[in-house]
């Protein structure tokens, strides 16, 4: 297997998320610290301290979960939630198709390993957490489909706008396939 790096710049991603990768400056009023710089997370993390009912937390979340085959592990972080130090990196991912699978197990990986850093950085338990927003697909976000061959950006799209979109749920894929032209 061969392993190429791709510059975001080549890939259809927004203004915004340019900006925070290349010139957080620019974006710097929005959010609370800046993820690219450790003493900024530092204090950021120092000056979190909530008392919310942590053993009602621990408890929905075992109740939410005892009907999966969860890994040791994750019961494991589900009671590590006790440890009035402990801290949550959150995040989620909307499913998507083709890129959208594969992504979410990436920034599922990715934030397991970033709460292991940051834990080992911090000097106090990071739990991950990652929620998939499976309910909340609606035509628009993916009536176009955006592939690499090679390195060139195809970009197909559905080719008729329909008087009414149905949502995701109700699209057989095989016969929307067919219906994809190329951009």
């Known amino acids: 297997m061969q392993l190429k790096n791709y510059p975001f710049d080549k890939l259809p991603f927004s203004e915004l998320f340019r900006s ?3 010139d957080f400056s620019e974006l710097q009023e929005f959010y609370t610290a800046n993820p690219f710089n450790e003493e900024a997370l530092h204090e950021l993390a120092s000056n979190i301290c909530k008392s919310d009912d942590r053993e009602a937390t621990i408890e929905l979340l075992k109740k939410f979960n005892n009907r999966f085959d969860l890994h040791q592990a994750a019961l494991d972080n589900i009671e590590r939630l006790g440890d009035k130090r402990s801290l949550a990196l959150v995040t989620g991912q ?79 894929l095989m016969v929307y396939l067919k219906s994809f032209a190329k951009i």
């Open 20 to 22: 925070y990768i290349n």
């Open 94 to 172: 909307q499913l998507g198709i083709f890129g959208g699978p594969l992504y979410t197990v990436f920034k599922t990986v990715t934030t397991i390993h970033l709460s292991a850093v940051l834990e080992k950085s911090l000097d106090r338990p990071v739990v991950p957490i990652f929620w998939l927003a499976d309910e909340d697909h609606d035509y628009d976000e993916v009536k176009k489909v955006h592939l690499l061959d090679g390195d060139e950006l195809l970009t197909y799209s559905l080719d008729h706008e329909q008087s009414s979109n149905p949502p995701v749920a109700d699209i057989t």
